[in-house]
């Protein structure tokens, strides 16, 4: 018996949780809040985008990961050097 479950995840809702995953690394934000974020979105559990996240789509991303991180790091450098010119 081969059915799709009622709660399977849609390439639409993948891409949500992907993008918004990615968006709060790169502001600096935590991951635990881009879930609770997407479930409003998608009408789910923290807990199961945080499972999807990380059993599947997490695997799949490391590049885009990687590079966010690398936009978090400019950010913030250049939000410190902001700072610094104020004073």
């Known amino acids: 018996m081969n059915t ?3 709660d399977a995840w849609s390439n639409e809702e ?3 949780l992907t993008e918004t995953v990615l968006n709060y690394i790169r502001n600096g ?8 974020d997407v ?3 998608l009408s789910r559990t923290p807990a199961a985008c945080g499972f999807r996240w ?10 885009a990961i990687q590079q966010a991180k690398e936009e978090r790091k400019k950010y913030r450098q250049t939000k410190r050097k902001r700072k610094l010119c104020r004073i």
């Open 39 to 41: 479930a409003k979105q």
């Open 4 to 6: 799709t479950r009622q």
């Open 14 to 16: 993948d891409m949500v």
């Open 54 to 63: 990380n059993a599947t789509l997490r695997k799949q991303c490391q590049d």
């Open 29 to 36: 934000n935590t991951q635990l809040e881009a879930f609770k």
